[in-house]
DNA sequence: ATACCGACCTGTCAGC
DNA sequence: TGCTGACAGGTCGGTA
């Protein structure tokens, strides 16, 4: 479900609710499939662990985790990185709320609170590591232009599957890909060592506004999304081709088309984009 | 090395 | 009402 933006919002909103709380205990679910560290070794890394901050990387959430006595030596750092998948939810709880079905991890916190995991499809993935994480590509809000064209220019996959390849660039799924490149006017099937430098810088700024757009309105709610307040973005409003299929463009009036590309329902403009 | 495609899961919705 | 199939914001591994 999430991309950069609706993990960035979740992050923040995690940081603001989180950060300096220690976890007292942890309950861990019997699905092994969002388990990419042991059961064992997750209870015993986020247990009595102080959470120092929680931030995105990618489409990743990090919880920078402190154990040990708070300022003696002996002291490690861990991060406990949470994906979401399509469809996974990171709340935090009273602990008298109802757990809702397909919770697969409850982080019981000092002050009574609860953090909980869940996730129905069961694409998330929840892991622990001890050594920096910096995500699997680059950050797509800070790279440079020149950077950005490097990625692509010598490959021959449609410019849509590059994009959301997580390994170049990281934190563009399908909807902020449809997104951009209708905002660059490129076609999602074009080869990527076909587009023109003009083309890859307009590609580079399209990217990076939409983005910082979908973040400033809180990400997009296409069908569940919500913060870690509960509450639904808004840049669902703001789209101009995802979801826009048989619609008029805005630009142009042209109807919207969708297509498959790389696997995944594709949104595009023939008129304005090339 | 690179690119495509099915598999992994559950929920929802359209169509019959 | 209830069944079936398609589809969904993501990634991985096998195959060509």
Redesign the pocket.
């Known amino acids: 479900?999430?991309?950069l933006p609706?993990v960035e919002t979740i992050a923040n909103g995690l940081h603001k609710r989180v950060a300096g709380e220690r976890i007292e205990s942890v309950w861990v679910g019997n699905k092994p499939?969002p388990l990419k560290s042991s059961a064992a070794e997750i209870a015993r890394t986020l247990e009595g662990a102080r959470v120092d901050g929680v931030r995105r990387v990618?489409?990743h959430i990090v919880f920078d985790l402190q154990q040990g006595n708070r300022n003696g030596r002996g002291q490690t750092v861990s991060q406990w990185i949470v994906?979401l998948?399509?469809?996974g939810r990171m709340l935090v709880a009273a602990p008298d709320t109802e757990i809702p079905?397909?919770t697969h991890l409850i982080a019981r916190l000092a002050s009574g609170r609860e953090l909980r995991f869940v996730d129905?499809?069961?694409?998330g993935?929840l892991e622990v590591r001890h050594s920096g994480f910096n995500g699997?590509g680059a950050e797509p809000l800070t790279i440079s232009a020149e950077d950005f064209a490097h990625l692509f220019r010598?490959?021959?996959?449609?410019i849509k599957?590059?994009l959301?390849n997580?390994?170049l660039l990281?934190g563009v799924?399908?909807?902020y890909a449809d997104e951009s490149l209708f905002r660059a006017g490129v076609r999602p099937r074009r080869r990527?060592n076909t587009l023109t430098r003009t083309e890859l810088a307009r590609l580079h700024v399209a990217v990076r506004e939409v983005l910082k757009e979908a973040i400033a309105a809180g990400?997009?709610?296409?069908?569940?999304?919500v913060d870690a307040d509960g509450e639904e973005?808004l840049f669902q409003l703001q789209h101009r081709a995802?979801g826009r299929e048989g619609q008029p463009c805005l630009v142009c009036k042209t109807k919207i088309k969708?297509i498959v590309v790389?696997?995944?329902?594709t949104h595009y403009c023939p008129r304005c984009q090339k």
């Open positions: 479900m999430p991309e609706e499939e990618g489409k994906h998948g399509m469809t079905k397909h129905p499809r069961r694409f993935r699997p010598k490959r021959a996959a449609p599957a590059l959301l997580q390994s990281h799924g399908n909807i990527a990400g997009s709610s296409v069908s569940d999304y973005g995802y969708k790389a696997g995944r329902g």
